[in-house]
């Protein structure tokens, strides 16, 4: 079975400050690691995946194989920073891979 | 249309009562899915379907149907609702190809009374 883990409900940090959002997966074969979005009153958005090894926005994002993590950064927050954040898993293509599992999400603020 | 739409926006049923919640895609996606979004337990699948004709339970199904008779819709039926199913429901689409990223509707806020 596979399972997502978001230890933090809420975050709360001040503008300019790092952020990091844990994220925890366990799974048994090669996972594919997402970052979701969803800022106030707007629908879920892709912010980033592991795959692509790209900085979206300022965050980044390394899947470490060894310590079965997927935290996603960024080294200085800003106000429009502040959504909820999840973290997704699918098990790869093909078959039925194509589903994802998300992590309960994270509520990040970022203060003034 | 573009991309993906839902309907309702928002609904007030009550208990008992049949519902069925809309979701249209445009982009051509084989695999469809709804969630269920509740607050402190994130998003959980209720259905899904890789491809019209076929269709999956989720992680928790009990109380919804769905059907995928063509690429582009898949309603969610709620046959007799209950106020647990009090939450904000998306839809969402993806390709098969094996990028797996889904695209999101706006979802639709229910509320059984």
């Known amino acids: 079975a596979q399972r997502v883990t978001q230890p933090e409900k809420l975050l709360s940090v001040f503008k300019g400050a790092p952020v990091e959002l844990k994220c925890n997966y366990s799974y048994s074969g090669s996972p594919e690691l997402f970052w979701y979005v969803q800022y106030s009153r707007q629908r879920l958005q892709l912010l980033l995946r592991h795959i692509s090894r790209e900085s979206i926005k300022g965050f980044t994002a390394d899947l470490n194989k060894g310590e079965t993590s997927f935290h996603l950064k960024k080294p200085f927050a800003q106000e429009e920073d502040s959504a909820m954040y999840y973290c997704a898993l699918s098990g790869g293509s093909g078959g039925s891979n194509y589903k994802l599992t998300f992590g309960k999400g994270t509520l990040l603020t970022v203060n003034p | 249309i573009a991309g993906i739409t839902q309907a309702p926006t928002s609904q007030i049923l009550a208990a008992g009562r049949r519902m069925t919640l809309r979701c249209t895609q445009d982009?051509?996606?084989?695999?469809m899915y709804w969630y269920r979004q509740d607050l402190g337990l994130g998003l959980r699948l209720i259905h899904y379907?890789?491809?019209?004709?076929?269709?999956g339970k989720g992680e928790v199904p009990d109380g919804y149907s769905v059907s995928r008779a063509n690429t582009d819709d898949f309603p969610l039926t709620l046959a007799s609702a209950v106020p647990s199913q009090t939450s904000v429901y998306f839809c969402a689409s993806s390709t098969t190809s094996g990028m797996n990223e889904q695209f999101f509707g706006p979802g639709t806020r229910l509320t059984v009374l």
């Open positions: 379907s890789n491809t019209a004709g076929t269709t």
């Open positions: 982009m051509r996606h084989n695999a």
